[in-house]
C-alpha cells in the first residue's frame, strides 16, 4: 500500500491550488456567517469573504491565536452546534483554563483519514499490527493515532502511556509492528526492554510514529538503533486536528502536510510578512475543510520552514521540516504542553504567593523532568514544618490538576533564584534537542 | 511569661545554617536556643536569641524569610520523669503542643523545655497552675 | 432489603433498536437457537481447542439444535482463555480483528478479547441501547470518566456514545480538579464512571462549593464494579440525576452485555447477542428462573473470538416477568457476589458480598469485615468478624448491644445459618493492597489460638 488515498496526495500543484482556493472562499464564507468572532475580525480587517477569490488571497485575513482560545473559552470558536459536536478534546491552554476543540462526525472522519495516511506514510497496511502508546484521554494523541488505525482497517492495541513492562510483553505476545508513542518513551521502553533482558530488534517490529515532543536527530538514530526499526516523525497539534497534520514518508524528507485539509504558511513572527520556501519562520494553518472548528492563519508558534518541491515518495503535498523551536516560552514535557504562565496563574492561585519561580526541565535517563522552585516569601512562611510541608503539597497538587503533568515543588530561600534586570529567568531547560 | 522565637525559613544545603550562624556572630547576637526541624530539601530553624530586634534587622537585610512566633520556657527539674509530669498536666487538659524542644542550662542543672502551644495564654495560666516554673522573658535571655 | 427508591410513574421510555429489543420472545429463542448452531458450527470449524473439547465431551455440532442443548456443550472458564493465551481460542484470522483488549489487574497472562470490524459494530450497538435506555439522547453530552487502555469500559462507553451521536468527551480518569472543571464549563449531562468515583466526586463538588443544582447533569451511567441499591439513591441525591446500572465482562464483549431501562429493576440482557444461563455453580445444573446462580454466558454473534458457556463466577438471578419498558429481553439482578470467594458452610452458599450487603445498611463506607470458618467436631462453624466503624460506634454501652443484635438477626437472616459475630477494633483486620481478604477458611489446618 503505496497511498491511503491516492488521489488526493498525489494531485498535481496546479490542481491543489485550485481545490485550496474553492475550499478557503467556502470557509471564509463559512465562518464569516456562523462564527461572530471572525465576522468581527474579518470587519475590523476591512476583509470581505468576497474578497477571497484563489488562495493567495490568504496574506489578507487576520491571524488567530491560542489567547482567542482562551478569551472564548469553552465553545466561543466553535461553528455548529453543541448538538452537530461529537467529540471535544482539550489541550493546555496558557492559564488555569485549557484549550478546546470541537469535532463533528464529517471531522472525525476527516481526522481518521489524516491519521491513516500518516500510518502508510510509514509503512503500515490493514494487516498491521499497531501498538498506541500515546495517552487517550482529552489529549488527542492516542484517539486520534487510534481512529487512524481503525481507519486503515489495521489491528489497534490501545495500550495508553505507561507500564512499560506490560508494554514490552504485549508487543512481544501480540506481535506488534508499529507502534505510536512520544520519540522519549521509546527510549524508556529500550532501556526496559534492555533490564528485562529481551531484544526488541529480534521482534517483529517494523517502524514507529513518534511525535508530540521535540526530539533530535541523536535520539533519532539511538530509536532506530535500539528498537531495530523506521522512526517517522509525526507532527500535530490539538486546535489543527490533533496527530494527522503532517508526517514524515519514508523517503526521510521532511513532514508531508496534509494540504487538501489544513493550508500552511511559514512567517515572520514579528512582521508577520510570509516568507520563502527554505527560510524559518512561525508555522501558520488554515483550516480548509473541518466544521467543527475552522481556524484561519492560527499561529502555531511553532518554528519550521517548508519546501513545496517534489518528493520521492510521490505526494505532491509540500514538506515541513522538523520543528526547530518556538516563538514563545511554551514547554513541551512528557509530551503534555507546559506554559510557563499556567505555572504563574498556579502561584497567584494560592494565597500570599508571590511568584518568584524557577522552572528547571530537565532529561535524566530518557525522561523529562519537571522542577518548579517556589522562592518562599513571608507571607507563605510559617514557623510550623507541617504547614510548610502542607504548603509544597497544596503547590503540587494544583500544579499537576492544572499542567497534568507531575512536577517537583522545591522551596527555596527568597531571592535566591537570580534576577535579571529585576526579572527572574523563569525557564533554564537543560535538556540537549540538537 | 511569653518569649519572642525566631524561626527561619533554611534550605537544606550546606553551608545555610553556618551562614546564619555567622550572620548572628558578626552583629555581636548570642544565641540562648535553638532547633532545627528538617525536611527532605528545607529546614526550619528556631531561635531563642539575646537581641531579636537586632537579629531581625540582620536577617531582614540579608533577605532571610523568618517569622517571629511567641513561646514559652519552663523549667523541669533535671531528673527521670520531670518531663512526664509536665505532660502529663497538659494533656489533662487537653492542651495542644504544636512543637517542642530541650536544652539543659550550663551551671544550674536544670532542664529548659521549649514549648509552642495553639492555646499560649490557656496554656501558660494551666503550667503555673500545676505548679510549673515558667521563665520570664529576661530570665530566658539571660541564660 | 435496602430502601426502594421511588421513582416517577411514567418514564421516558426510548428504545434504540425496537426490532431487537422488543422481540416476541418466540422469534428470540428461534433466532437465538439459529445463532447458536451457527456459532457452534463456526467454532467447530475455526477453533480447534473448542473442537477438541467438543470431541471430549461426545458432542458434535449437529446434535445442537435448540437452546436447551446447549446444555450438552462443555463449559469454558477463565483459565481456558488464560492457557490459550494469547489468540489461540480466535475463531477469525488476525487479519479480519481490528482490535484488542485485555482484562486488566491479577498478575500474570491478561486474558486477551479480539473484535472484529463487526464485532465492534454490535459491540457499539449494545452499548447504545443501555445508554438509550437509561435516557441518553444525541443532544447529550458525555463525559466518560473511566480508563481508556485496554480495559473495555472507556472505549465501550465511548464508541456507544458516539453511536447515539452524542458528544463524547473522553477525560478519561483521574484527576478530580479537572473532571470537575469539565463537568461545570462544557455544560456534562451525562456522567460515566465507577460508583465509588462517582460518590466521591459528588463529595468533591460539594467540597469545591459547587452546587449540583447549577450543573446540567441529569444522567450517570455507572459500572465496573458491583455497587447496591443504596449506593444508587446515594449518588442520585448527590447529583440530583438518574443513576442506571449496566453489566458486561471484556471475555465476553465488554460493557453492553446488559443494562437498566428507566424502571431501575432489573438489567435487560441483549439476548440476541447473548445466551445466558444460570446455574448452581457446583453441580453446573440450571436453577429454576428467579434464583440466584452462577451466570454463563455463550455469545451468539461474537467473530473474532467467540466464547462458548463461559463461566462468569458472577452470581446473580434471572427475572422473566415482562417489563413495563416494553422490551421483551429478560432481566438479570445485580450481581451480588463472585463463587471464585463463595463458601459451603454445612451445605449453605455463602458468599461474603452477603454480609457487606448487611453491613452497608449500617454504614456509609466501605466495611472492613472478615469471614472465619473452623471446623469443630465436624461441623462448620462461621465468625464474622467486623471492624467497629464510626457508624457503628456508640459510646453508650447499651446503645452498642443494640446494634450488635440488630447485626446479628440481619446477618443471620441473610445468610441462613446461625454465624457467630465479633465486633473488633478499627484497622485491626488485615488490609491487602487492591483487594480486601474476605475468607479465612480454617477447616483444613489446624485452629490458631485467635
Not at chain 1, 152 to 175: C, E, Y
Not at chain 1, 348 to 361: K, N, S
Not at chain 3, 410 to 425: F, H, M, N, P, Y
Amino acid at each position: 500500500m503505496k497511498f491511503l488515498q491516492p488521489l488526493q496526495e498525489t494531485m498535481s500543484r496546479e490542481q491543489l491550488r485550485d481545490v485550496q482556493g474553492e475550499r478557503l472562499r467556502a470557509v471564509v464564507a463559512r465562518v464569516y456567517r456562523d462564527v461572530p468572532f471572525y465576522k468581527r475580525k474579518l470587519d475590523e480587517a476591512g476583509v470581505h469573504p468576497s474578497d477571497i477569490r484563489t488562495i493567495d488571497d490568504i496574506v489578507k485575513l487576520p491571524f488567530t491565536t491560542k489567547e482567542d482560545f482562551r478569551d472564548n473559552y469553552p465553545f466561543g470558536l466553535y461553528a455548529k452546534p453543541l448538538s452537530e459536536i461529537v467529540r471535544s478534546h482539550a489541550s493546555s491552554g496558557t492559564t488555569g483554563k485549557p484549550t478546546v476543540v470541537g469535532y463533528t462526525k464529517a471531522d472525525i472522519n476527516l481526522w481518521a483519514d489524516c491519521c491513516a495516511r500518516t500510518l502508510v506514510c510509514g509503512g503500515a497496511d490493514r494487516t498491521s499490527v499497531v501498538q498506541v502508546a500515546y495517552g487517550y484521554g482529552l489529549f488527542t494523541g492516542g484517539l486520534g493515532m487510534h481512529y487512524g488505525v481503525e481507519r486503515l482497517g489495521a489491528m489497534a492495541i490501545p495500550m495508553s502511556g505507561g507500564n512499560s513492562k506490560r508494554q514490552l510483553m504485549i508487543m512481544r505476545d501480540f506481535g506488534t509492528t508499529h507502534i505510536c508513542c512520544t520519540p522519549s518513551y521509546a527510549l524508556l521502553l529500550a532501556e526496559v526492554a534492555e533490564e528485562e533482558g529481551f531484544d526488541l530488534r529480534s521482534l517483529g517490529l517494523k517502524a514507529g510514529y513518534f511525535g508530540a515532543e521535540p526530539w533530535s536527530t541523536s535520539m533519532r538514530k539511538a530509536i532506530e538503533e535500539r528498537l531495530g526499526i523506521t522512526a517517522i516523525d509525526i507532527y500535530g497539534l490539538s486546535e489543527v486536528i490533533g496527530p494527522g497534520v503532517s508526517s514524515e514518508c519514508l523517503a526521510h524528507r521532511g513532514l508531508h502536510v496534509f494540504e487538501d485539509h489544513f493550508f500552511p504558511e511559514i512567517i515572520d513572527p514579528v512582521s508577520g510578512k510570509p516568507c520563502p520556501d527554505g527560510e524559518k519562520g512561525e508555522l501558520v494553518f488554515t483550516h480548509l475543510t473541518k466544521e467543527g472548528l475552522p481556524l484561519l492563519r492560527y499561529r502555531t508558534r511553532d518554528i519550521t520552514e517548508i519546501d513545496h518541491g517534489p518528493c520521492d515518495c510521490g505526494r505532491t503535498f509540500a514538506r515541513m521540516q522538523r520543528v526547530s523551536g518556538r516563538t514563545d516560552d511554551m514547554l513541551i514535557i512528557r509530551g503534555v504542553n507546559v506554559f510557563p504562565s499556567q505555572i504563574e496563574h498556579v502561584l497567584l492561585e494560592i494565597e500570599g504567593a508571590e511568584p518568584h519561580y524557577q522552572i528547571i526541565v530537565d532529561r535524566r535517563g530518557t525522561l523529562d523532568d519537571l522542577e518548579i522552585q517556589v522562592e518562599v516569601s513571608p507571607t507563605m512562611f510559617s514557623d510550623e514544618v507541617k504547614k510548610m510541608e502542607g504548603l509544597r503539597k497544596r503547590i503540587a497538587h494544583d500544579i499537576h490538576s492544572t499542567l497534568n503533568v507531575t512536577a517537583k515543588i522545591t522551596l527555596v530561600e527568597s531571592k535566591s533564584i537570580p534576577r535579571s534586570e529585576g526579572k527572574a529567568k523563569r525557564v533554564i531547560d537543560k535538556r540537549d534537542m540538537n | 511569661m511569653k518569649v519572642q522565637q525566631i524561626s527561619i525559613f533554611m534550605e537544606n544545603r550546606a553551608g545555610r545554617l553556618a551562614a546564619v550562624a555567622r550572620l548572628l556572630g558578626t552583629t555581636g547576637i548570642n544565641i540562648r536556643a535553638l532547633s532545627l526541624a528538617d525536611t527532605s530539601d528545607f529546614g526550619i530553624l528556631r531561635l531563642i536569641v539575646d537581641k531579636p530586634e537586632e537579629a531581625k534587622k540582620a536577617l531582614k537585610a540579608n533577605s532571610f524569610t523568618f517569622n517571629v512566633t511567641d513561646v514559652v520556657a519552663v523549667q523541669i527539674p533535671d531528673e527521670p520523669g520531670g518531663l512526664a509530669s509536665v505532660l502529663e498536666a497538659l494533656q489533662a487538659q487537653n492542651v495542644n503542643v504544636e512543637y517542642m524542644y530541650a536544652f539543659v542550662e550550663k551551671c544550674g542543672g536544670k532542664a529548659i523545655v521549649v514549648f509552642r502551644f495553639d492555646d499560649l495564654d490557656g496554656a501558660i495560666g494551666l503550667l503555673q497552675g500545676a505548679g510549673v516554673r515558667v521563665l520570664s522573658r529576661q530570665e530566658v535571655l539571660s541564660l | 432489603m435496602p430502601a426502594m427508591i421511588e421513582k416517577k410513574s411514567k418514564p421516558d421510555i426510548r428504545i434504540w433498536q425496537p426490532e431487537c429489543e422488543c422481540m416476541e420472545r418466540s422469534a428470540l429463542e428461534a433466532l437465538q437457537a439459529e445463532r447458536l448452531r451457527l456459532q457452534v458450527e463456526r467454532v467447530w470449524q475455526h477453533c480447534p481447542y473448542y473442537a477438541a473439547k467438543m470431541r471430549e465431551a461426545g458432542v458434535e455440532p449437529g446434535q445442537i439444535r435448540t437452546i436447551d442443548d446447549v446444555r450438552r456443550l462443555p463449559v469454558t472458564t477463565k483459565a481456558d482463555l488464560r492457557d490459550n493465551y494469547p489468540f489461540g481460542i480466535f475463531a477469525s484470522p488476525l487479519k479480519d480483528v481490528v482490535r484488542l483488549h485485555a482484562s486488566t489487574g491479577t498478575t500474570g497472562k491478561p486474558t486477551v478479547v479480539g473484535y472484529t470490524r463487526d464485532d465492534m459494530q454490535v459491540w457499539s450497538d449494545l452499548v447504545a441501547r443501555f445508554l438509550v435506555a437509561g435516557g441518553l439522547t444525541n443532544e447529550d453530552i458525555v463525559q466518560i470518566a473511566f480508563g481508556y487502555g485496554l480495559f473495555t469500559g472507556g472505549f465501550g462507553l465511548h464508541y456507544g456514545a458516539e453511536r447515539v451521536g452524542a458528544t463524547v468527551i473522553p477525560a478519561s480518569s483521574g484527576n478530580t480538579e479537572r473532571q470537575i472543571m469539565i463537568l461545570r464549563d462544557f455544560g456534562t449531562t451525562a456522567l460515566v464512571c465507577t460508583p465509588t468515583y462517582a460518590v466521591y466526586l459528588g463529595e468533591a463538588l460539594k467540597q469545591a462549593g459547587v452546587d449540583p443544582e447549577q450543573l446540567a447533569l441529569r444522567l450517570g451511567f455507572f459500572g465496573g464494579e458491583f455497587w447496591t441499591h443504596a449506593i444508587r439513591a446515594k449518588i442520585e441525591e448527590l447529583y440530583g440525576i438518574t443513576a442506571t446500572d449496566n453489566y458486561g465482562l471484556s471475555e465476553v464483549v465488554g460493557p453492553g452485555v446488559s443494562g437498566e431501562c428507566p424502571y431501575q429493576d432489573g438489567m435487560h440482557i441483549a439476548e440476541d447477542h447473548f445466551l445466558v444461563e444460570v446455574v448452581d455453580p457446583t453441580t453446573l445444573e440450571p436453577v429454576p428462573i428467579g434464583e440466584l446462580g452462577e451466570l454463563v454466558i455463550t455469545t451468539l454473534s461474537k467473530k473474532a473470538n467467540p466464547v462458548i458457556r463461559y463461566r462468569t463466577r458472577d452470581i446473580s438471578r434471572l427475572n422473566s416477568e415482562p417489563c413495563a419498558c416494553g422490551r421483551t429481553m429478560r432481566r438479570m439482578a445485580k450481581v451480588t457476589g463472585r463463587t471464585d470467594d463463595m463458601l459451603i458452610i454445612r451445605g449453605v452458599n455463602v458468599f461474603p458480598s452477603q454480609i457487606e450487603h448487611v453491613l452497608l445498611q449500617f454504614e456509609d463506607a466501605q466495611p472492613h469485615y472478615l469471614l472465619v470458618v473452623t471446623r469443630e467436631r465436624q461441623m462448620d462453624q462461621l465468625e464474622v468478624r467486623i471492624e467497629v466503624s464510626e457508624y457503628l460506634f456508640s459510646d453508650q454501652m447499651r446503645q452498642l448491644h443494640d446494634i450488635r443484635e440488630r447485626l446479628q438477626r440481619k446477618i443471620d437472616s441473610a445468610l441462613g445459618i446461625r454465624a457467630k459475630l465479633t465486633l473488633v477494633e478499627p484497622g485491626s483486620l488485615e488490609r491487602f493492597t487492591g483487594k480486601a481478604k474476605r475468607v479465612l477458611d480454617l477447616r483444613n489446618s489446624e485452629i490458631p489460638k485467635n
